[in-house]
């Protein structure tokens, strides 16, 4: 998938099978489309390739071919997608193809691509090792220099290269589970997030993220996570015993989102200033509750609070709005929507009245250099985001006090309260049900 492919066909067959060609041309019709697509997940409206829909079959058949991804490698920090060098080794032999030509590269040997280099003038190139493993030594991650499955291509840009890794999509779950999941979890925690990663990563190559590199995401938060975290066995299983199992909801797979740590219940689309319906019916509210109460109750982030002096409030505030508010005279939650997540924030100060809508932007003109207190006593800087949008605020004694509970968005599903649900004997399909109400595992 993703790839551009070109026909060449002659004029007179072309004449002579006239209806043949009109057959066959259809099926690179998604390589032409284009659409606008809003992106829930990011608020944002973007330019994507879309693709021609297809049947629910050949979705399944789709998926049980095992399709290859494309994703944007980014630069150290995720700060951007142009690389001004890309340094590559391999323990095996490499193969890189440009244009027409071949070149050979030993094992142990580094290769060095600048910006410049004469091979990018003559196409993109595409780099192979032999064992399948080459090592990008320009970059770095978590775990120190990232190692790739698949083909590595380079692209040349404006400014620089742009690097994208062509893999099968059940070999980039294998590093995308353990990237967003704590391999420990339980097993059919693991599970769970196998599906729901499958299925979001699916759902996004429905559509091309950077259609002028042909590529439909990258390897950060703005998707999923694709780090460079070891290979580990049982991620490896997870991803192996859910092979091509996806979430569907209305005879669609649907796009699953989730997050770290729920409060005891979720909320719905709603929360990110989108109007609940059929479509995204599966993300509704529901209590992460089983007979012995919340799941998550005993985990530190279930509870939190944090105590902010009013003039650290206000300037807050201020440089997180762009908004000379004067002296702040209240904050407080003006609507709330399911689940109790705040929806509207409402900062009243001498100068002017500021509102701030959807949970994302109400987290980000709360947040700034203050402690979190956890619930087992542990703290953690607010940062630019306050921990989640499930909320009270209330002044006493010339401060604000927060007290809320949950870590992330609360949009579909908590992974700690998978892993809680898997300690007490849930399955992973039990799991995906609880927090995608009238969904399928298929």
Not at 129 to 139: C, H, P, R, Y
Not at 273 to 294: I, W
Request: glycine share 10%.
């Amino acid at each position: 998938m993703g790839r551009n492919y070109k026909r060449n066909i002659f004029l007179s067959l072309l004449i002579l099978c006239t209806a043949f060609g009109i057959a066959v041309g259809s099926q690179w019709l998604p390589e032409q489309a284009r659409t606008l697509k809003y992106r829930i997940h990011s608020g944002k409206e973007e330019k994507n390739n879309s693709r021609v829909s297809k049947t629910p079959e050949e979705e399944k058949q789709e998926l049980s071919d095992n399709p290859l991804i494309r994703v944007v490698l980014m630069t150290n920090g995720y700060q951007g997608i142009i690389h001004k060098e890309v340094r590559l080794r391999a323990d095996s032999e490499l193969t890189l193809t440009y244009g027409n030509r071949t070149e050979q590269i030993a094992a142990g040997e580094c290769v060095v691509i600048a910006a410049d280099d004469a091979r990018l003038s003559e196409g993109n190139i595409r780099i192979e090792a032999k064992d399948g493993v080459l090592q990008i030594e320009s970059m770095k991650r978590g775990d120190g220099v990232p190692a790739y499955n698949g083909v590595i291509e380079l692209r040349r840009a404006e400014d620089g290269i742009v690097v994208v890794n062509e893999l099968p999509i059940e070999t980039y779950l294998c590093r995308v589970v353990p990237s967003e999941m704590p391999a420990s979890y339980e097993l059919e925690a693991l599970k769970a997030q196998a599906v729901c990663a499958r299925s979001y990563a699916y759902r996004q190559m429905e559509n091309y993220g950077y259609p002028e590199y042909e590529a439909h995401v990258n390897d950060s938060t703005d998707y999923q996570v694709y780090g460079n975290s070891l290979p580990d066995e049982r991620a490896d299983r997870a991803v192996e015993e859910t092979k091509g199992q996806t979430v569907w909801y209305q005879g669609k797979i649907v796009t699953t989102y989730y997050y770290s740590t729920s409060c005891g219940r979720t909320t719905n689309a709603e929360a990110w200033g989108s109007t609940p319906s059929e479509e995204n019916g599966y993300l509704q509210s529901v209590d992460v509750k089983g007979t012995d109460g919340d799941y998550e109750k005993a985990l530190p982030w279930y509870r939190w609070y944090a105590k902010i002096p009013e003039q650290e409030m206000e300037d807050n505030i201020r440089r997180n709005t762009g908004k000379d508010i004067g002296e702040l005279k209240s904050v407080e939650v003006t609507k709330r929507g399911a689940g109790d997540v705040a929806l509207v924030l409402t900062a009243v100060g001498s100068k002017c009245t500021v509102t701030v809508e959807t949970e994302n932007k109400i987290r980000t003109a709360l947040a700034g250099d203050y402690d979190i207190v956890k619930q087992d006593g542990s703290t953690r800087n607010c940062g630019k985001l306050l921990p989640s949008a499930f909320f009270t605020i209330k002044k006493e004694k010339g401060s604000y006090c927060i007290e809320g509970g949950g870590f992330g968005h609360g949009i579909g599903m908590s992974q700690t309260g998978a892993n809680e649900m898997a300690k007490q004997g849930k399955n992973y399909r039990e799991i995906l049900e609880l927090f995608y109400p009238g969904v399928n595992v298929e």
